[in-house]
């Protein structure tokens, strides 16, 4: 048998004019969703991206400020350490200043020593880390000598001239200032009658002998 179509051609044409819109609708539809969605994903990106731009903020903030602490903690050793190194520099430094070359100093008198004189005696002292470092001295009472401490010799000669010859000699001596004779007394020594004799002097540290 034959189909026949009792349909009118207008309702056909109709139909195909519906579903082209539909398929037109449904196509705005979903291109207007895409829009939205992506519109939706780059909100998301701009705002993690700023969250993310914020905390590394914080963080460079945080860093900062755990090094800035970090360097407080260590500034009291740091100046600790200073403070016993210039203690450890100073101590060496009076050390070296008050150092006395007894042996020079021995050898060189032993050289200027008059013949005629024999030394029964010699006592020494370092001088003090003050008087090292060039510091002024109380001045003594009027009338009043001092007499050095530093170095004291104690010694035999024939008479009064030998006695100063050996404080002039002694004079020139480097190591030695502020020579004066102390005392001289007339004794009888091996059957001579001789001069007992005591010189006086300072000491100058190593550094300031010429």
Known sequence: MRAINLLPGTHVIREGRTSTLREANVTTIGGGAAVVLCALLAGLLLVSSSDVSSKRDELAVL???????SRRAQEPQRAALIAERRARESALASALSSRIAWDRI???LARVLPRDVWV??????????????GSVAAPSAPGVETVPTGFNLRGFAPSQQAVARTIARLAVLPDLSDVQLVSSTETVLEKRRVLD????????PSGDSR
Request: charged residues 20%; positive net charge.
């Open 106 to 108: 021995l050898r060189r």
């Open 63 to 69: 860093q900062a400020e755990k090094t800035e602490l």
């Open 120 to 133: 029964s005696g010699i006592t020494t002292a370092s001088p003090t880390s003050t008087t090292a470092a």
């Open 197 to 204: 004799f005591t010189i006086a002097a300072n000491v100058r």
